[in-house]
Nanobody
Framework: QVQLVESGGGLVQAGDSLRLSCVAS????????LGWFRQAPGKEREFVAA????????RYATSVKGRFTISRDNAKNTVYLQMNSLKPEDTAVYYC???????????????WGQGTQVTVSS
């Protein structure tokens, strides 16, 4: 089993920055890929960013590229999402996700955290 616990959400103003954290525990192979999704009210959950334990290129949704940065600390089993230049349309519940492969994570994610609310006021 895999457990994912997010933190760092909150209420900020447009243009502000926020950093989300997600601590992963459980089967190492199942957390090779870690990433973030988000779900805004009335919308479907959407992919935001993902990164592999081995490093390499991170993957981003077009809507956040250049503003968000994903990183991970393998020693702490933690993945971060640094969000800069936040916009009201970034308002959503942000979920941490894990999978063995990055393509699988982007497509469906295998494990999920409970989510953390990010609200950006205009």
């Amino acid at each position: 089993q895999v457990q994912l616990v997010e933190s760092g959400g909150g209420l900020v103003q447009a243009g502000d920055s926020l950093r989300l954290s997600c601590v992963a525990s459980g089967r190492t192979g199942s957390t090779a890929a870690l990433g973030w999704f988000r779900q805004a009210p009335g919308k479907e959950r959407e992919f935001v960013a993902a990164i592999m334990r081995s490093g390499g290129s991170a993957r981003y949704a077009t809507s956040v590229k250049g503003r968000f940065t994903i990183s991970r600390d393998n020693a702490k089993n933690t993945v971060y999402l640094q969000m800069n230049s936040l916009k009201p349309e970034d308002t959503a519940v942000y979920y941490c996700s894990a999978s063995a492969l990055i393509e699988r994570l982007i497509a469906r994610g295998d494990y999920w955290g409970q989510g953390t609310q990010v609200t950006v006021s205009s």
